[in-house]
């Protein structure tokens, strides 16, 4: 059983599974896979998130404006670990191997719901869930 802890969640949140060989878009436009339109600043195509074959994930600033921040340091192109956090103009995503933690409120096109979380257990500072 994979248990994951995820520090000051939200439990309004939703997780998706990442498929390899495959470049999910992040932006305010409708065509993105994951649309952030929190904020004007947020760029129409603003990052892209690449899994190549071997499940290895890298996140690109393709904005080259607002930037693209993980784990409070602004990135241009980084390697994700588990529990990075990405943050795009107020929104924070959180990565863990093939999973990626997105705030309900965001809408998701092409990535699809991780199915099989048998427990989630929200503490006080924590979400643990188990699979």
């Not at 599974?17 to 952030?36: P, Q, V």
Request: net charge neutral.
């Amino acid at each position: 059983m994979l248990v994951l802890e995820y520090d000051k969640c939200s439990l309004n949140s939703k997780i998706y599974e990442l498929e390899n060989n495959s470049t999910y878009f992040i932006g305010r436009s409708a065509e993105m896979n994951i649309i952030i339109n929190t904020s004007a600043s947020v760029s129409r195509k603003h990052a892209s998130m690449r899994i190549d074959s071997t499940g290895n994930a890298f996140v690109d600033d393709i904005s080259g404006k607002a930037g693209v921040y993980i784990n409070g340091k602004r990135e241009t192109n980084y390697q994700l670990t588990n529990g990075d956090h990405i943050f795009i103009m107020g929104t924070s995503l959180v990565y863990y191997t093939s999973m990626l933690l997105i705030p309900s409120n965001i809408t998701v096109n092409g990535i699809g719901l991780k199915e099989h979380i048998a427990t989630v257990i929200p503490n006080k500072e924590k979400l643990i869930l188990c699979m």
